[in-house]
Structures are given as C-alpha cells and as structure tokens.
C-alpha cells in the first residue's frame, strides 16, 4: 500500500524555520515526480515546490525562491521541504504528493498527482 507521511508541521513565528518531512512507503522513489503542495483556508491548493527523484532537479513557486528548499533522499524514501524565512502568508497546510513516473519542470497540476500525504498544518504567526 502506498503512503506518504508528512511531520514536521507546527506554529513558528515570522521569520521562522520549519523542516518538514514525507515519509515514502509501500513504493521507491526511484524515477518520480514529488511536490509539496498547500492549501490555506478558503484557497486552492497550490504547489510550492518539486523534485524529480531521478536527478533531484528542483522547481520552486515564486512565493518559495529564496526561502525554501526541497531536498529527496531516495535510500531512506524521504523528501524535505526546509522553509524559512517565514511569513503569515505561508499558514497553510502542507501535502507532499507523488506523481508516478514524471517529472517537474515547471510545477505539478495537483489534478495529475497518483498518491497524497493527509497533511500537515503550519501556523506562522506575526
């Protein structure tokens, strides 16, 4: 069974640092597509960032460059998003999501993503 598992979430105050994690099972990352995508209240979900498993090559949203990182370790089946510098605007929260057998050049639609973490709340407080 696939899963994905998100932790790290949790209230910080602006300018803050968060580290979230996605626990890959039941699949390895090998020649995927991971995004981490979020979803404020009264928002669409949006992405913020990728990485294609096969070479780690990136995509950041605009709101992400500069600020966060996207990192994939694929012999522990794990995929990061370091964020800092954090803003109010950034409470959200969080789904990391694969896309089986794809690649990120410029974002993923979360209409096309296979599997989806529940998700993790971040709070960034002013």
């Known amino acids: 069974e696939v899963q994905l598992v998100e932790s790290g979430g949790g209230l910080v105050q602006a300018g803050g640092s968060l580290r979230l994690s996605c626990a890959a099972s039941?699949?390895?990352?090998?020649?995927?597509?991971i995004g981490w995508f979020r979803q404020a209240p009264g928002k669409e979900r949006e992405d913020v960032a990728c990485?294609?498993?096969?070479?780690?090559?990136?995509y950041y949203d605009d709101s992400a460059v500069g600020r966060f990182t996207i990192t994939r370790d694929n012999v522990k089946n794990m995929v990061y998003l370091q964020m800092s510098g954090l803003k109010p605007e950034d409470t959200a929260v969080y789904f990391c999501?694969?896309?089986?057998?794809?690649?990120?050049?410029?974002?993923?639609?979360?209409?096309?993503?296979?599997?989806w973490g529940k998700g993790i709340l971040v709070t960034v407080s002013a």
């Open positions: 990485i294609n498993t096969g070479d780690a090559s990136v």
């Open positions: 999501a694969v896309q089986r057998g794809s690649t990120c050049l410029l974002g993923l639609d979360y209409h096309d993503m296979d599997y």
């Open positions: 039941g699949f390895t990352l090998d020649d995927d597509a």
